[in-house]
C-alpha cells in the first residue's frame, strides 16, 4: 500500500462536479506537488484528504486511515497549512505555537521549533506585526507542531515577494529533510518545478498528468529557443538554411530562433563566420509551463 491513496476521488457541490474522478499516490518522504489554475479542484482535493469534506465517492488512504472514518487518529499524523490561515492580529507567536500544541497527544518542542524555522526572538510578537514571510513560516510552524509524518501546504508562497518565496522555498526542503513527506498546492510553475518530486497536474477536476517535472517537460517536446540581438543585419535565411532552425522570428531589435538539437552552436558559430555578434545571448528549453500548455491547452495563469 502506498503512503498515500487518492482513487477515483469526486466531489460535488451543488451540479458542478469540482472534483472528477482524481486519482494518485504519494511515497513517503517526496514532496508531491498539486499543480493547476485557481479553481481547478485542487484545494478541494486535499481538503477530502485532510477530512475537511465529505467525499462523494471514491477511495481515500492516508497511512492506511481513511480521513472520514479514522478522523481523530488522522488528526495526529496530519499537519495542514490552509489557503487562507489567518490569525486574530493579537495573538503572538509563542501563544499561536502553545495552542496548537495542546491538540497533540505528542507535539514538538515550540521553543525549538520556533528557532529552526528562523522566529527566533519572535516569540512574544503579535501576528499583525510579522511580515508577510514571518506569517508564512508561522504557518508552518502550525503544521509541523504536532510533529506530523504528512505536511499539506496549499497555496503556501501566494502574495509573498520573490525573496520571501525563495527562503519559503528552503524552509519546506529543510522540512521534508527532516523525514516529513509534503503535499503542496500551487499554481506556480517554478514552484513546483523547484521543490517537487512528482506532480500531479489538475485542470477541470481531472489530473490530466502525473509524473516529475522533467518527465512533464519532455513531453512537451525538446525545442529550444535562442535570442539575441545581431550587431548587424542579416537576411533570416542564413539561419533558416541551418538544418537544426525550425524557425526565426523578430521583435525590435531581438531575434528569436527556434529549433533542435545543437541549437546554440550551430545559429553561433554561423553568425561567427559572418563577423555577426549575438549580444545579449540567452537560450530556453522548453519549461513546465510549455508542457501545462502542451497538457491542457490553455496557459496557467499566475
Known sequence: MAFIEVEDLVK???SERAVDGVSFTVDEGEIFGILGPNGAGKTTTVECLEGLRTRDSGRVSVTGLDPERDGAELKQVLGIQLQESRLPDRLRVGEALDLYASFYKRPADTDRL???LGLGGKRKTPFAKLSGGQQQRLSIALALVGNPRIAVLDELT???DPQARRDTWDLIEQV???GVTIILVTHFMDEAERLCDRLAVID???VVALDT????TARAGDEQ???FRPSAPFADALLLDLPEVAEVTRTGPQMVVTGRGNLLQAVTSVLARNHIVAADLRVEQ???EDAFVALTGKPLDN
Open 213 to 216: 517535472p522533467a518527465g512533464l
Open 204 to 206: 477541470s477536476g481531472k
Open 286 to 288: 522548453v519549461s513546465l
Open 176 to 178: 521534508r529533510d527532516s
Open 114 to 116: 520556533i528557532e529552526s
Open 225 to 227: 529557443r535562442v535570442r
Open 158 to 160: 501566494t502574495g509573498l
Open 12 to 14: 460535488h457541490y451543488g
